[in-house]
């Protein structure tokens, strides 16, 4: 059961951001300084462990961005590192980017059965079922990792359990759709 504590509408909220802020690459800087809304048929948290618990029609927003998922659950360790995961069927998530120089605003959608995150890492996987989609470009697979760090995608069409292992005879494909870019007048033919 949730008690009022000034400090667990901090940790609700931190641990909830992590997982929303992380979703996309050059997302909208504004959305950072934009409040997190989240809700949930339920919610619990245990200071002791670390550990917030989202249950039931979860949505957390944050400016632009949106998550949804059947549950969420927030862990930090000791060093504050934070790790989210959103398990739905399917988990999904949508966020505008920044403009690009010419003004043009794109929207990240992803989905997957489950959704992780590690602060620690910057890295979010995607399960089962995995899809990103910004503007036309699409990757598909079984797992999706997008490194924060390097702003790089991998992705694998084998299929993974619960606890994100490989799995026997899991073998799929990776699907890759990226549209062709206009060129801009003066540059290179």
């Known amino acids: 059961m949730l008690r009022r504590n000034p400090n667990n509408s901090f940790r609700l909220a931190a641990g909830a951001l992590i997982v929303c802020s992380a979703l996309a690459a050059h997302a909208e800087?504004?959305?950072?300084?934009?409040?997190?809304?989240?809700?949930?048929?339920?919610?619990?948290?245990?200071?002791?462990?670390?550990?917030?618990?989202?249950?039931?029609?979860v949505i957390l927003t944050q400016g632009t961005s949106k998550l949804t998922a059947a549950k969420l659950t927030v862990n930090q360790d000791k060093a504050g590192n934070q790790y989210g995961t959103a398990i739905g069927n399917p988990a999904t998530f949508r966020q505008r980017l920044d403009p690009?120089?010419?003004?043009?605003?794109?929207?990240?959608?992803?989905?997957?059965?489950r959704i992780d995150y590690d602060n620690a890492k910057q890295l979010v996987t995607i399960y089962d079922n995995g899809r990103v989609q910004r503007g036309g470009d699409v990757v598909t697979g079984n797992v999706i990792i997008y490194d924060g760090k390097t702003q790089q995608f991998q992705a694998t069409g084998t299929r993974s359990d619960a606890h994100g292992q490989a799995m026997k005879g899991g073998k799929g494909r990776v699907t890759v759709v990226i549209q062709p870019r206009e060129k801009k007048e003066g540059a290179n033919k």
């Open 29 to 57: 800087k504004a959305d950072r300084s934009k409040p997190i809304n989240i809700e949930a048929d339920q919610a619990s948290l245990d200071q002791q462990k670390g550990v917030t618990v989202y249950e039931g029609n």
């Open 100 to 113: 690009d120089s010419d003004g043009k605003v794109e929207w990240i959608n992803g989905k997957g059965q």
